[in-house]
């Protein structure tokens, strides 16, 4: 298991958290997800072997947000 932060600008209000949420829930090899517009951080924890951190990067842009830091965790 691995978990990743993500500082993710672009978060409004809880609608835009919710979005990234179950978006990102839905992908395979995502154990657990956690996602905060208060605080401007998503945290994924998923397996490694089955999907990289860089394509939670890619699909929390292609959702309109921009990730502006990734860190191990």
Request: proline share 0%; aromatic share 8%; glycine share 6%.
């Amino acid at each position: 298991m691995k978990t990743m932060e993500f500082e993710v600008s672009g978060m409004k209000c809880s609608g835009c958290s919710s979005k990234i949420f179950n978006t990102i829930s839905e992908m395979d090899g995502v154990v657990e997800v956690s996602v905060s517009h208060d605080d401007n951080f998503a945290k994924i924890e998923f397996e490694e072997q089955k999907i990289k951190s860089l394509e939670f990067k890619t699909k929390i842009e292609e959702l309109g947000f921009k990730v502006l830091k990734m860190k191990k965790v």
